[in-house]
């Protein structure tokens, strides 16, 4: 079980935190909505999640009813589920570009941006997001939100800067948490550490995410700004699709 700790916070888990009867239902139908935009030939980065985790299982049964297609996994834990359903995978620097990306998200806010990262894996999300022609975001209602901000927003830090980077982010007064997994500091897929923010109240997002990159040792943050094409969100038993105008 992933779970957040510090001093002044008893231990948590990060998905109980918008308990709904209907989520797995909304997440189950985004993604069959989602793989309606994979199409014979296509190169597909495939999402990590619970939600992403719908999708992938969908387009394992499509590739076993004749669907010609590869995918890119954004963790190993997708590349295994993936494999386990036969589907095709290669490495991103095999391909030019990606010709659409699916993928969840942990929130959403009126304006398209995300918080990504809750499952761990928002480093190489990101990669496969900005290099991928089309992206398809699919989410359950609880994920759409006026501002981000209730859920903590992950970074992904080199272990050996990490206390250097707490303290900069004390500073900033973003109230760092690393992340932990059965009482040892969580590791992403490039080994490297997570620290949890609160960026609640921040209004400029874009500012905010050059200064967190600028730290050294954050190695990539869970805000994606300008990253959706399509957003496709489950609600009470149907779907919302949003096409998103990017100039
Ligand atoms: O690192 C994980 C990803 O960013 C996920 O897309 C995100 O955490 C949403 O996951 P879920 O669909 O399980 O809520």
Aim: hydrophobic share 40%.
């Amino acid at each position: 079980m992933i779970s957040y700790e510090c001093s002044q916070f008893n231990t948590f888990n990060a998905k109980e935190r918008y308990p709904m009867p209907n989520t797995e239902k909304e997440k189950q139908l985004a993604a069959e909505a989602s793989v309606k935009f994979v199409k014979d030939g296509m190169v597909v980065g495939l999402g990590t999640g619970s939600t992403a985790e719908f999708m992938i299982r969908q387009l394992g049964e499509k590739v076993a009813n004749g669907l010609s297609m590869t995918g890119v996994p954004s963790s190993e834990r997708t590349a295994n589920l993936a494999q386990e359903l036969g589907i095709p995978l290669t490495p991103l620097d095999k391909v030019d570009k990606l010709d659409l990306y699916i993928d969840g998200a942990d929130e959403i806010d009126a304006q398209f941006n995300m918080i990504k990262g809750g499952g761990g894996a928002l480093l190489r999300e990101k990669i496969l997001a900005y290099n991928s022609k089309f992206n398809v975001i699919i989410v359950d209602s609880s994920k759409k939100v006026e501002s981000l901000g209730k859920f903590r927003l992950p970074l992904e830090v080199i272990p050996l800067a990490h206390k250097k980077v707490v303290d900069q982010l004390i500073q900033l007064g973003l109230n760092p948490i690393l992340r932990k997994l059965d009482n040892s500091e969580y590791r992403t897929d490039e080994n490297n550490f997570i620290l949890d923010i609160n960026i609640s109240g921040q209004k400029n997002l874009k500012d905010l995410n050059t200064r967190l990159l600028e730290i050294p040792g954050v190695v990539e943050t869970g805000l994606f700004l300008d990253y959706v094409n399509v957003l496709i969100l489950g609600r009470a038993g149907d779907v919302e699709v949003t096409h998103v105008n990017r100039n």
